[in-house]
């Protein structure tokens, strides 16, 4: 990951509060035993099938699993891949070749670890047919290849893959674990809160930890996690903040809207298109030197999105455009 992002997301406090080992995971009691012991025989990992709501720690015990039995170089040893994004087993297939050819290169010596781990997420995504592609990749790649898959819906998992996987059903979060963890975070970031504010948290995410911890950073940036303040967050418009992205960028001051933005996108969850459709709003209100041309700006980005381009850099890139459209003004 670039610097800029890996500064970026660690401005997310799910980020900065991901456990790093299988000990920090918070419930999912019994699996977190049972992975321990599974680790301790490296060489008889199975491959794993994690199932369950959103949330709750799949991806990270994942994660947790890949740098306990990797060590120190887990990055380069582990592969993360989406189903969801990379539309088609074909790309699976040609990530997990190309990744077993630089295996190959770095790793002069064979012996050195006992295998590769490649995080497979948004498993249920994949077609019936990709599935079976995918368990024949499974099966080719056995010898050095340890898959950890990872759903929502065990459902939508064929019956051949799962027997091929030893499976984990996680659970929601239990209330008072989740509010716990919560007070934990706010103490840790000096954020003032309510005791009532917190449990209000959990029933509106319904122990979504991921969820609930967007909300609580989001209510602490209002100034403290209030009843009214995670109410607010929750239905956040995000358009006043819009205009703040919009006049740093007018100003030059690049980086600090671009990591507004992101605070935005990910932090708050506002998507790409109402980013652009309330930044129109906002620059109307705003009264330009040149509102034909930031016009043609928006409607450029706007296409861009549409036709299907990576939304951050677009978004950065026109940031940065914004930032020229500025200079021009005041001269
Ligand atoms: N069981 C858990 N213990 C500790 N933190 C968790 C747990 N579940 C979720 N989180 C928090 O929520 C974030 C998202 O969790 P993740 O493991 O990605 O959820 P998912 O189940 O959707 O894969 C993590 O970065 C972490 O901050
Ligand atoms: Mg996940």
């Known amino acids: 990951m670039p610097t800029i ?41 199975p491959h794993l099938l994690f199932a369950g709501p959103p949330g709750v720690g799949k991806t990270t015990t994942a994660l947790c699993i890949a740098r306990q039995l990797l060590g120190e170089e887990w990055r380069r040893d582990t592969l993360e891949l989406n189903a969801s994004d990379e539309r088609g087993i074909k790309m699976v297939r040609e990530r997990v070749k190309e990744f077993a050819a630089v295996m190959k290169l770095i790793t002069g010596n064979r012996d050195e670890k006992p295998f590769r781990i490649i995080i497979l997420d948004e498993a249920d995504e994949m077609t019936s047919e990709a599935q079976t592609a995918l368990r024949r990749i499974i099966e080719d790649s056995s010898r050095t290849t340890r898959f950890i898959i990872i759903c929502n819906y065990l459902s939508q998992i064929i019956e051949p893959l799962q027997s091929r996987c030893v499976v984990f059903r996680f659970t929601r979060l239990a209330k008072e674990d989740l509010v716990r963890h919560l007070k934990t975070i706010c103490e840790k970031e000096g ?116 036709a299907g381009a990576h939304p951050e850099i677009q978004l950065a890139a026109l940031l940065a455009q914004l930032g020229k459209l500025g200079s021009k003004a005041s001269n």
Do not use: C
């Not at 000990?23 to 321990?36: F, G, W």
């Not at 967007?214 to 100034?223: E, K, T, V, Y």
């Not at 903040?241 to 030059?252: N, S």
């Open 191 to 306: 954020a003032k809160f309510e005791e009532k504010a917190l449990s209000q948290i959990y029933d509106a995410t319904s122990g979504d930890l991921r969820h609930s911890i967007n909300i609580l950073q989001a209510s602490a940036g209002m100034g403290s996690v209030t009843h009214a303040n995670v109410i607010a967050s929750r239905g956040l418009s995000g358009k006043s903040r819009v205009g703040e992205v919009i006049r740093l960028a007018l100003a030059g001051r690049f980086t600090d809207a671009r990591v507004k933005l992101f605070e935005l996108t990910n932090v708050y969850g506002l998507s790409e298109n109402d980013f652009l459709k309330y930044a129109n709003q906002e620059a109307y209100d705003m009264k330009l030197d040149h509102p034909d041309e930031f016009a043609a700006l928006m409607a450029e980005y706007d296409y861009r999105l549409a």
């Open 5 to 45: 992002n890996k500064n970026l997301s660690n401005l997310m406090w799910v980020e900065r509060y991901r456990p790093l080992t299988l000990n920090e995971v918070i419930d999912q009691k019994e699996i977190v035993n049972a992975l321990r012991q599974l680790i301790n025989i490296p060489n008889e990992l």
